[in-house]
């Protein structure tokens, strides 16, 4: 809901509790480009960015570590 009522450029969100199950189509409008982490081996518990689709983003590598999740995005931002 807070991607319909607020103009935001970023959005970050832990403890998502998703799966594969959930598309991003359900999560948030066509107009954010969707990064997430999702805990597959235990409790569903993981990690969301969701980035305006005019800032361009771009998901780095991320660490390979089974204690957290973690999602690495970098922003490529207007220069005014």
């Known amino acids: 809901d807070i991607a319909y009522s607020c103009d935001l450029d970023v959005i970050c969100i832990t403890e998502t509790l998703l799966n ?9 409008p066509y107009t954010y480009d969707i990064h997430r982490q999702d805990r597959k081996d235990r ?7 969701a980035v305006k689709n005019d ?4 998901e780095l590598s991320k660490p390979i ?3 957290f999740e973690a999602v690495i995005v970098e922003l490529d931002l207007p220069r005014d």
């Open 43 to 49: 409790t569903p518990v993981g990690v969301l960015i």
């Open 20 to 28: 594969g199950s959930i598309a991003n189509s359900e999560l948030f």
């Open 65 to 67: 570590d089974h204690e």
């Open 55 to 58: 800032l361009v983003s771009r």
